[in-house]
């Protein structure tokens, strides 16, 4: 299996020709400043928006040649926001992850809503199975995504700022849960520190292009960041695990206030 290789990816001026390859069972990051291209190039690996050049390919196949149905079967997602309109209970929006594997008019069986609390026990939240989805917090709707992917079975999944929201016990157990799925898993995060800790590569995009590519030790650099985000940091060993901690030592100036000519007033 070679998982997913993305070449030459550009949509309209917001994603430059990335190329990106995600190993199976390999976490990869993208991280970036707020307008990189990191949701854009996520939205069109898994098919809400059509690049205007370039392709994915998922051991091969390409993912826009996919029908839906089947497009679902293989690789599962998290957005970044999601509706909150529909009356669903936390258990059954988390089944409808089945729905790839099944006939449209097929319910929900014994064995989906099994799976259903399973996913909901190992993100922990199986409390609220029986509560109505839009009345969760924003946090727990995220972790009732997360479960939903989890019962899709994928072999790639693509979280977009999977954190947000989660106070830091939950951003941990998400992000090492996801670690260990065994899928191929592409993510973007903003926190710099969380994605040295939990991700095998990270690709850094600024400007819709791709600046550089590695491990978190080679791409988190005190150089690079100043480049990407214009801040002065330092990047030390985390004493334990060695993973790369980013410590902000400046912020950029303040952009100066307009003066406001009041002899016209």
Known sequence: MTGLRVRGMSYEDRLHAADLVVRPGETVGLVGPNGSGKTTLLRCVYGTLAPTGGHALLDGADLRAMGPR??????ATVPQESSAEFELTVRELVALGRSPHKRFWEGDSAADLARADAALTRVGIADLAERPYPGLSGGERQRALVARALVQEPELLVLDEPTNHLDIRYQLE?????????????????????????????????????????????????????????????????????????????????RPAVERDLSVM
């Open 70 to 75: 089947e497009r679902a079967r293989r690789v």
């Open 174 to 254: 998400i992000l090492s849960l996801v670690r260990h799925l065994g899928t191929g898993n592409l993510l973007a995060l903003h926190d710099l520190t969380l994605a040295g800790a939990y991700c095998d590569r990270l690709y850094v995009l600024k400007g819709g292009r791709i600046l550089a590519e590695g491990t978190p030790a080679e791409v988190l650099t005190p150089a690079l960041l100043h480049e990407v985000y214009g801040v002065e940091a330092e990047v030390i060993p985390h004493p334990r695990t060695g993973s790369p901690l980013v410590v902000y030592l400046t912020a950029p100036a303040p």
